[in-house]
């Protein structure tokens, strides 16, 4: 059994509620050693879980082990296992980099020499070498980030949680970033992250669970995820109504929306399918305003998966967070 | 590592941590005793005559009266540096990291009020000797400023259990500044610069009965060789309750609030 090899997280039946329901029954099986994405829109519940199986906040009902330990009964021995790197940035601001390693280095209780060598070593792997001695305050976003995780590392956890670990980096720290985990994944080390992007559970991870409205819709290998979903496609803006009819026809495959004057032809994303769709819709002389080819993102695995798409579920959130404010 | 050697190491290093905020920030460390500072000097220097003569004596006799309230309000001044650090850790997201790591959880509070002591007591101290420039000559031997030490610690340590449970009850900085504020300023309403009995009758009556006013009678007392062993007793007993309150009621809002 998966749950006793130190290093994986094994979940059944959780649940949490505030005024609605969050999470409606979760579970989860993480090997020792993978890097298990949690993907889904805002309001999915991501970060409720992260907080849970972090210690933070106390389940309704459901039965958690992390690394190894029950997280009711030995929530301390937790503790002492993970590493968590939140959604928000959790630096003191008023320290420097480098007091920031060193205050967590004490709070981990290395031996003095270590210490000094771990915080060393960190700073070089996260390339906050430069920039060791100033204030946290007056970090980028992407250095803060890479503090962040740098911190979260000190202790040498088994278990690394990962909430939208890449949210409002630009393209260049998101590399980074993603850089740092597989290295630390290649060091064996168990990574729980949630994302909103399909790009970057795609990219990270061995296994991938869709999570909406606080239910598990989907789980597999990134490979098998894809599979369940409709490729890439091209959309197409005709002139007029006429030509819409036209083309419609000519493209059978197509979906067509007539408000918007929109063909939508599936296509696998490959040179040739695609040539062959523009070869016929130029052939037939069609007056083409606008045309796009689009791979699939998390709106099309979540229109695929649970039949609504991932935007009308964070407007849902919205709408609740705002009878939540009355 | 056994659970009390755990939490003492973790509040040393929680302590560190917030002496090294206060060493790093110096003006804003001494920046919250310019308030006493500036009524010190306006007291003394700018209303000194006109306040001598209520109390039949010279100016000199006036800076006696007036620096030992003074102090107080340096203990007090310290609430809001300690209440907005308290505040910022729990709305900026470290308190997070704290909470989900193998430490000793008390340390993080233990680290402030520890912290906020030691800096309020050195800043109370400090306006004591800004008092002796401006003309204070208190006539304490060695035991005398033992006990001043010891009263304003007492203080400090009780003022700042209350100022960590205001800052962990605040939305955000800004409000945790501004609800520690009545403490702050609650001595002037005590005998700081004159005595209660000259205070119109509603506020006498809130002056003799509020516990600053006999933390300020007992250092005057301590100062001048002339200590009203009552009174000393009635300052400690506020200062033990209002620390006790403060623990419980800090700890509650420790366990319940959560940052995001």
Do not use: C
């Given at each position: 059994?998966?749950?006793?090899?130190?290093?994986?997280?094994?979940?059944?039946?959780?649940?949490?509620?505030?005024?609605?329901?969050?999470?409606?029954?979760?579970?989860?099986?993480?090997?020792?050693?993978?890097?298990?994405?949690?993907?889904?829109?805002?309001?999915?519940?991501?970060?409720?879980?992260?907080?849970?199986?972090?210690?933070?906040?106390?389940?309704?009902?459901?039965?958690?082990?992390?690394?190894?330990?029950?997280?009711?009964?030995?929530?301390?021995?937790?503790?002492?296992?993970?590493?968590?790197?939140?959604?928000?940035?959790?630096?003191?601001?008023?320290l420097t980099g480098e007091e920031n390693l060193l205050l967590m280095a004490?709070?981990?209780?290395?031996?003095?020499?270590?210490?000094?060598?771990?915080?060393?070593?960190?700073?070089?792997?996260?390339?906050?070498?430069?920039?060791?001695?100033?204030?946290?305050?007056?970090?980028?976003?992407?250095?803060?980030?890479?503090?962040?995780?740098?911190?979260?590392?000190?202790?040498?956890?088994?278990?690394?949680?990962?909430?939208?670990?890449?949210?409002?980096?630009?393209?260049?720290?998101?590399?980074?970033?993603?850089?740092?985990?597989?290295?630390?994944?290649?060091?064996?080390?168990?990574?729980?992250?949630?994302?909103?992007?399909?790009?970057?559970?795609?990219?990270?991870?061995?296994?991938?669970?869709?999570?909406?409205?606080?239910?598990?819709?989907?789980?597999?290998?990134?490979?098998?995820?894809?599979?369940?979903?409709?490729?890439?496609?091209?959309?197409?803006?005709?002139?007029?109504?006429?030509?819409?009819?036209?083309?419609?026809?000519?493209?059978?495959?197509?979906?067509?929306?007539?408000?918007?004057?929109?063909?939508?032809?599936?296509?696998?994303?490959?040179?040739?399918?695609?040539?062959?769709?523009?070869?016929?819709?130029?052939?037939?002389?069609?007056?083409?305003?606008?045309?796009?080819?689009?791979?699939?993102?998390?709106?099309d695995v979540f229109l695929a998966l649970t039949g609504h798409d991932a935007?009308?579920?964070?407007?849902?959130?919205?709408?609740?967070?705002?009878?939540?404010?009355? | 590592?056994?659970?009390?050697?755990?939490?003492?190491?973790?509040?040393?290093?929680?302590?560190?941590?917030?002496?090294?905020?206060?060493?790093?920030?110096?003006?804003?460390?001494?920046?919250?005793?310019?308030?006493?500072?500036?009524?010190?000097?306006?007291?003394?220097?700018?209303?000194?005559?006109?306040?001598?003569?209520?109390?039949?004596?010279?100016?000199?006799?006036?800076?006696?009266?007036?620096?030992?309230?003074?102090?107080?309000?340096?203990?007090?001044?310290?609430?809001?540096?300690?209440?907005?650090?308290?505040?910022?850790?729990?709305?900026?997201?470290?308190?997070?990291?704290?909470?989900?790591?193998?430490?000793?959880?008390?340390?993080?509070?233990?680290?402030?009020?520890?912290?906020?002591?030691?800096?309020?007591?050195?800043?109370?101290?400090?306006?004591?000797?800004?008092?002796?420039?401006?003309?204070?000559?208190?006539?304490?031997?060695?035991?005398?400023?033992?006990?001043?030490?010891?009263?304003?610690?007492?203080?400090?340590?009780?003022?700042?259990?209350?100022?960590?449970?205001?800052?962990?009850?605040?939305?955000?900085?800004?409000?945790?500044?501004?609800?520690?504020?009545?403490?702050?300023?609650?001595?002037?309403?005590?005998?700081?610069?004159?005595?209660?009995?000259?205070?119109?009758?509603?506020?006498?009556?809130?002056?003799?009965?509020?516990?600053?006013?006999?933390?300020?009678?007992?250092?005057?007392?301590?100062?001048?060789?002339?200590?009203?062993?009552?009174?000393?007793?009635?300052?400690?007993?506020?200062?033990?309750?209002?620390?006790?309150?403060?623990?419980?009621?800090?700890?509650?809002?420790?366990?319940?609030?959560?940052?995001?």
């Open positions: 059994m998966s749950i006793k090899t130190p290093g994986a997280i094994a979940v059944s039946g959780l649940r949490k509620s505030y005024d609605h329901v969050v999470l409606d029954g979760v579970s989860l099986d993480i090997p020792a050693g993978s890097v298990f994405a949690l993907l889904g829109p805002n309001g999915a519940g991501k970060t409720t879980i992260v907080n849970i199986l972090t210690t933070l906040i106390p389940a309704d009902a459901g039965e958690i082990v992390v690394a190894g330990h029950d997280l009711v009964r030995e929530p301390h021995a937790v503790r002492a296992a993970i590493g968590v790197t939140g959604q928000f940035s959790a630096v003191d601001n008023l004490d709070l981990h209780h290395l031996a003095p020499q270590n210490r000094r060598n771990r915080t060393r070593d960190l700073l070089e792997q996260f390339g906050l070498t430069d920039i060791a001695r100033k204030l946290a305050a007056t970090y980028s976003g992407g250095m803060r980030r890479r503090l962040d995780l740098a911190m979260s590392l000190i202790g040498d956890p088994q278990v690394l949680f990962l909430d939208e670990p890449t949210t409002g980096l630009d393209p260049r720290s998101r590399r980074t970033v993603w850089q740092i985990i597989r290295e630390l994944v290649s060091g064996g080390m168990t990574v729980f992250l949630t994302t909103q992007y399909l790009e970057e559970a795609d990219h990270l991870a061995s296994q991938i669970a869709v999570l909406d409205r606080g239910q598990i819709v989907a789980e597999g290998t990134p490979t098998q995820l894809k599979a369940r979903i409709p490729g890439s496609h091209v959309r197409i803006v005709l002139a007029d109504t006429t030509q819409l009819s036209v083309a419609a026809h000519i493209l059978a495959a197509a979906t067509v929306d007539h408000d918007q004057r929109t063909l939508t032809v599936p296509t696998s994303g490959d040179l040739d399918p695609l040539r062959s769709v523009l070869d016929r819709v130029s052939a037939a002389g069609l007056d083409v305003a606008s045309l796009t080819v689009h791979t699939a993102d998390l709106d935007a009308s579920a964070t407007q849902r959130k919205q709408s609740l967070t705002m009878e939540a404010a009355r | 590592m056994s659970a009390v050697a755990l939490a003492a190491r973790d509040s040393g290093t929680m302590l560190r941590r917030n002496l090294k905020h206060a060493m790093g920030y110096p003006g804003a460390t001494l920046g919250t005793l310019l308030v006493p500072i500036i009524l010190l000097l306006m007291f003394v220097f700018l209303f000194g005559g006109t306040m001598a003569a209520g109390f039949g004596g010279s100016p000199r006799d006036y800076a006696n009266y007036v620096v030992p309230g003074i102090i107080v309000l340096a203990i007090t001044s310290g609430s809001v540096s300690t209440a907005v650090g308290v505040n910022m850790d729990m709305t900026e997201g470290i308190v997070d990291r704290f909470r989900t790591m193998a430490i000793a959880q008390s340390s993080v509070l233990t680290g402030h009020v520890v912290g906020g002591t030691l800096v309020t007591t050195a800043g109370a101290l400090l306006l004591a000797a800004v008092g002796v420039l401006v003309g204070f000559r208190p006539i304490a031997g060695l035991l005398d400023w033992l006990a001043v030490i010891g009263m304003i610690a007492v203080a400090a340590f009780a003022i700042t259990w209350i100022s960590v449970a205001l800052g962990l009850q605040a939305r955000n900085p800004e409000s945790a500044s501004n609800i520690v504020l009545p403490v702050a300023l609650l001595p002037i309403l005590g005998g700081v610069f004159v005595r209660p009995e000259s205070m119109p009758s509603g506020i006498r009556w809130f002056a003799q009965y509020q516990p600053f006013t006999p933390l300020i009678d007992t250092l005057r007392g301590l100062f001048f060789q002339s200590v009203p062993p009552h009174q000393a007793l009635i300052a400690i007993s506020w200062f033990v309750t209002i620390a006790v309150v403060g623990y419980f009621w800090a700890r509650n809002r420790y366990r319940h609030r959560r940052a995001h």
